[in-house]
């Protein structure tokens, strides 16, 4: 494994922090100082120290949720070189990435771990763990388009099960109207879809809750940790 990620991955600073320390003769491997990141590790045998610390590789597991903005890719790297979701957790181990996606003007709750299995327990379709939306839709729907939406609705990817749908409010001038929404699928931009598919276009979408996790008041392009009580409660769904 290369040096810089063999620290990286052992959740002492980011890639990019790492490299910049190797350079400053701050990394010795087996008692020998460094200079060149990119150096090959082996991971069972060899000793490596960051600034007089010895480096464990990672054993510990991440779990931590994002309040996205609208603008960001969920994903690692944009080929066109859009903003992507990692530069807002890029003070955290280059191990972590994003557990599903939110569509690029989608904000709200996104999880990072670097846990496969829990990822995997997520993702899973058979585990329909439900996802909670705040949504503001063009015009006013009428109540047969929101029962359509409870029912499920035809969208390209096929038809969705039912959802859970609550009208929260119109605005004065009756340009728009909010609803929460909760799906316990995740087709590609379902709920931007199921709206469509009744003939209004969201304005703005935002997920609040994956299962009982809130996102409660976490500022917008914030990040936190997860408790032990929240990774639990999220293994156990
Ligand atoms: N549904 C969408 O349409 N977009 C998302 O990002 C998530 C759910």
Redesign the pocket.
Known sequence: MRLEKYIATSGIASRRAVKKSIRAGLVTVNGETILVPGYPIDVETDTVVFDGQPVEPLTEHLYLMLNKPPGYVTTRHDERGRPTVMTLVADLPDSIYPVG???LE?EGMLLFTNDGDFAYRLLHPSHEIE?T?LTWVKGVPNDTAVQRLRQGVTIPSGKTAPARVKRLKTSRDGASTQFEMVIHEGKK?????MFKAVGHR?IR?K?TQIGNLRLGDLPQGQHRFLTESEITALMAL
Not at 189 to 193: G, H, N, P
């Open positions: 996606r939110l569509d989608t996802k939306y931009r379902q709920v931007r879809l969201v979408l997920r």
